[in-house]
């Protein structure tokens, strides 16, 4: 019998039991629908090989990882070529997680794997609302005749959790009727205490992380300069702490396109803070 060490490629810090977990880090690697550049299906994977860079210590937060008891169940296995049948895997594994009463850390992939999230977290959760971190507004209707895109995303979540119940985070992009109803439901966020209406809600948080700027993150689809510092966007996380963050998951790197991993190295750091505000 062979005594390694071998390597590891879960998330580091990790409870290894599902059971006594309260969060379960979930790989989507699907980017089916994807407008510009695709790659982020191979996102999930390298951020759990860039993750055994880090400290287990969050010097932000004062907490652990093992603080955090989470377990990382590994990536899903999608038939290619097939969103719906995706997109159904997805909300299926989501609805387990949450009949086993924990919380998903969902790992993209593209943006619109959080769309069969929130259908799978709203059959558990009333009173629901979603903070979205994202350079783009995604509030399209539909994108060249095709609903389901991730350019849509938060358009049909909306339409489940109610658009006065979602807050936008950084959001520079979009088509003037985006930006319409945005103001029209007032979701964009420019301040911290724009948030504080929704601290009586369940909030699910979603990352886009070309909410960054491009000299941090280049490595994603649909790089958007004018950014969030990493900084930046951490003071956004030390705000929700005290939220009720019943979910949350991080999308859109594509780590091909930063040959330097630098980009992968920073979507790692951030899935490690929003980590230490889900629990």
Known sequence: MLTGPFLDRNWMGENKSYNTSDIVMLGMPF??????????????EQIRLASWGLEEYSPYFDKHLQ????????DLEFPLGNTVKSLDLIEKNVDEIYKDRKKVLGIGGEHLVTLPEIKAVSKYYKNLA??????????????????????????????????????QIGIR?????EFELMKKYNTLAKAYTDL????????????????????????????????????ELLGWFKHLKNFNIIGADVVE?????????????????VIRELLMIMN
């Not at 790197?253 to 979507?267: E, I, K, N, Q, R």
């Open 67 to 74: 603080d955090c008891n989470f377990n990382d169940v590994g």
């Open 31 to 44: 980017d089916g629908t994807v407008s510009y550049r695709s790659g982020s299906r191979f996102a999930p």
């Open 253 to 269: 790197l594509a780590p091909d396109y930063d040959a330097s991993g630098a980009s992968t190295a920073v979507a790692t750091k």
């Open 196 to 231: 504080d209406s929704l601290k009586d809600k369940n909030v699910f948080v979603t990352v886009d992380l070309d909410v960054l700027d491009t000299a941090i993150m280049p490595g994603t689809g649909t790089p958007e300069t004018g950014g969030f510092t990493f900084n």
């Open 130 to 167: 979603i903070i979205h971190f994202d350079a783009h507004t995604d509030l399209r209707e539909e994108y060249l005749g095709e609903k389901l895109s991730h350019s849509a995303v938060m358009h049909h979540c909306g339409e489940i959790v109610g658009f006065e119940n979602i807050r």
């Open 173 to 177: 992009s979009g088509m003037k009727e």
